[in-house]
């Protein structure tokens, strides 16, 4: 029984970090329509910056408004300088820019950073906690992970459901043209899509850093699995990327527990087939086709 409530809360810790970078995939799916496959390089970017600052002598929450900031510049740009270029083309264009924006980053990085693997502080203590004299996979840094998480799905459901720039947004994605026959200022709409989806991925990628280590590929596996529970909950849904990261996690941890932490990518590809073969729309998402 303890080893179960064990690989359950460390599946629950696991997904809420999966979960984050789902939100950044949904958001930036959201407000332009395009998967980008750089939103791990980005925040993996941003993170090296926080740390430059914490080793600095900062505390790690201005580590933390340090690299959101970044993020927010680092999108914007990426939209403005990389991706607006290529928008009117082939939609693959759009896809391969992001693949080529990964590799570049990760290079870079290397090169700003280095390769080593480097120790990323955490906020919260990483000690799991004591219940009735038995020792629980849980710590106050899980809890604070998953409250992240939970504060940024409802900001963004409010943004894109309450709110008149959310509309925008959201009109901008799906008809630009038309968009632009009422008034919306489409460019600004999809450089702000942009900008706030690389703030969320630089979250995730300071909640997977803390209490770890950073290295340039660091991001590599939660970019699939975080891919996998975006398309498993829905790639529109806000709501559905934080469950199918949560259920990504949990499943993947039992795997992990009980059949051998070996099978796990092996368990993640069987996940993503059966849900593009069974629900390819996810399992929260209003849409019946999806372009990617």
Do not use: H
């Amino acid at each position: 029984m303890q080893q179960f409530l064990n690989i359950t809360l460390t599946g629950l810790g696991q997904g809420a970090i999966y979960a984050a970078f789902a939100l950044a995939l949904v958001l930036i799916w959201r407000s332009t329509r395009i998967v980008n496959f750089a939103q791990g390089a980005m925040g993996m970017f941003t993170t090296y910056l926080a740390l430059t600052v914490i080793e600095a002598g900062q505390s790690y929450w201005v580590g933390l408004v340090v690299a959101l900031l970044a993020g927010l510049v680092l999108g914007a740009l990426v939209e403005r300088l990389v991706i607006r270029p290529v928008e009117g083309g082939p939609e693959l264009n759009a896809v391969i820019v992001t693949l080529g924006l990964f590799v570049a980053l990760q290079a870079l990085a290397a090169i700003l950073f280095g390769s080593t693997f480097r120790s990323f502080p955490a906020p919260f203590d990483l000690r799991g906690f004591t219940v009735g004299g038995v020792n629980i996979a849980f710590t106050a840094n899980s809890i604070y992970v998953i409250v992240a998480v939970v504060v940024v799905m409802l900001g963004l459901v409010a943004l894109f459901r309450f709110t008149d720039l959310g509309l925008k947004m959201r009109a901008a994605a799906f008809s630009q043209e038309v968009s632009r026959l009422l008034g919306v200022r489409v460019g600004r709409m999809l450089t702000l899509g942009w900008a706030l989806a690389a703030v969320v991925g630089s979250l995730s990628g300071l909640l997977i850093a803390g209490g770890s280590l950073v290295f340039p590929a660091y991001m590599d596996v939660v970019i699939v699995y975080g891919f996998v529970a975006a398309v498993l909950g829905g790639l529109d849904s806000p709501g559905g990327a934080v469950v199918g990261g949560l259920t990504i996690g949990l499943l993947l941890s039992y795997v992990s527990g009980y059949l051998g932490s070996e099978l796990v990518a092996l368990a993640a590809l069987a996940i993503l087939v059966a849900v593009l073969l069974v629900r390819p729309q996810g399992l929260f998402a209003r849409t019946a086709a999806r372009r990617v």
